[in-house]
């Protein structure tokens, strides 16, 4: 409720005052801060345990084949839905090009200008434990998947490690759990600075393309991804959602789908999934499972190409898209990511064209929104949907937790105090 009212009270703000609206950016941009600094150890306790544990590493491949192929498929109609919605509506045309939009534009293509030979070298850390410190969670997730691995060949002899682990992941959600105090006042700062920069105008200017996206995320979340939950485990993609309430609420306040990544991790394997599989699937989703940046990336290439009259193909939308998609892997949390790899992947590939990357700076933050919303809604349905098919779920405990009946608790984000046969504890390493 905090959350609500301090963002109802920044678009106010926002309007009414907007030069000091936008000196309010560092509020928001502060708390980011503080969730992103958390995140790296989040996910390396969570995959160290989540490995570390299982007695077989057959049961992590597993999951992490099965993960893979299905963040492929679902990619694959991600992008084939906002190619047809935007073949459709072409929502770019009659829009014209000022000098002052195409400088924009280049300055985004230099910053997202990279191959897939420095994406895949930059997954390898400097050292062990400058991965929990370089930002990057690529690798933080290789170097857990090694230590969990290791644990695993340890045999017995591993198990007051993962006791460790353990503590250490308890602690972790310690801290996280005071930080999120601080979500009303970031929430607050980030959405008062938005308003304040770009006002009413900007909303009107490019409506057009902001509504076709939100509606062909929408379809795909609900159409798509809620079918398929529902044929799959008889789950309503409206339970689950009500469940996850509060960290679509912080995704829509910071535009960042990170914000809500250890508290995802935490409420999944509240609802029964076990460790090694959430362990995975998220961390991994948050790299891999970028279905509101595959929307995002296909809807704006073809705005951007009908805005410079030079409407693509379709040989050349699949190529550009298909780069696209890979060249934004790791970079799904990141407020911004989204722009600068539709400039990288317009430069690399249509260089003619990145000079319209500029007609939607202005809007990129809303559009941000949905990305993250998007990401984050694909990333929580995979983690149900493979967690039943590896038997990774409690589906009893699922049910209770989706009906309100075991209620998460929001002070430790931990269950400590849970009696259920649902346990935070580490299985027994076998040899």
């Not at 992008?79 to 770019?92: D, E, F, M």
């Not at 105008?201 to 939950?229: I, P, R």
């Not at 989706?402 to 931990?414: H, N, Q, S, W, Y």
């Amino acid at each position: 409720m905090a959350v609500i009212a301090a963002v109802a009270l920044g678009v106010v703000v926002g309007l009414v005052s907007p030069d000091f609206a936008v000196k309010l950016k560092p509020l928001g941009e502060g708390f980011v801060g503080l969730i992103t600094m958390m995140i790296q150890p989040v996910i390396f306790c969570t995959i160290i345990l989540g490995v570390g544990s299982v007695a077989s590493a057959a049961k992590v491949g597993k999951v992490g084949a099965l993960a893979l192929g299905y963040f492929l498929v679902m990619s694959t109609f991600a992008l084939t839905i906002g190619l047809v919605v935007g073949n459709i509506i072409k929502p770019g045309s009659g829009l014209d090009l000022n000098e002052e939009v195409a400088s924009a534009g280049a300055a985004q293509a230099a910053a997202g200008h990279g191959s897939t030979t420095e994406f895949l070298l930059g997954i390898i850390p400097d050292s062990l434990f400058s991965s929990l410190t370089s930002g990057e969670v690529l690798q933080t997730l290789l170097v857990a998947l090694l230590i969990g691995f290791a644990l695993q060949q340890m045999g017995p002899t591993a198990k007051p490690i993962l006791t460790v682990v353990e503590y250490t992941q308890k602690l972790v959600f310690r801290v996280l759990a005071m930080i999120m105090w601080a979500a009303p006042i970031g929430a607050f700062g980030a959405i008062s600075a938005v308003v304040g920069e770009t006002g009413v105008d900007a909303l009107k200017s490019l409506a057009l393309l902001m509504v076709a996206f939100y509606l062909t995320c929408l379809l795909f979340v609900f159409g798509v991804l809620g079918t398929v939950l529902k044929l799959a485990t008889g789950i309503n993609i409206f339970s689950l959602f009500r469940y996850l309430a509060r960290e679509f609420l912080l995704i829509l306040a910071t535009s960042s789908s990170e914000s809500a990544l250890p508290r995802l991790i935490a409420k999944m394997e509240h609802a029964g999934i076990d460790k090694t599989t959430v362990g995975i699937v998220v961390p991994t989703g948050y790299s891999f499972n970028l279905d509101g940046t595959a929307i995002y990336l296909t809807m704006a290439t073809l705005f951007i190409a009908e805005a410079m009259g030079d409407p693509l193909r379709i040989g050349e939308q699949i190529s550009l898209l298909v780069f696209m998609v890979i060249a934004s892997k790791g970079a799904a949390g990141v407020t911004g990511a989204g722009l600068a790899t539709l400039a990288g992947g317009l430069q690399s590939h249509r260089p003619d064209l990145v000079d319209g990357v500029g007609l939607i700076v202005g809007i990129d933050r809303f559009m941000s929104e949905a990305r993250a919303l998007t990401n984050f809604a694909g990333n929580s349905i995979a983690t149900v949907l493979i967690g039943s098919w590896t038997d990774g779920l409690d589906r009893e405990r699922l049910d209770r937790v989706l009906a309100g009946d075991l209620p998460f608790d929001e002070r430790t984000m931990v269950d400590d105090d849970d009696d259920d046969d649902h346990t935070e504890h580490p299985a027994p390493v076998r040899a």
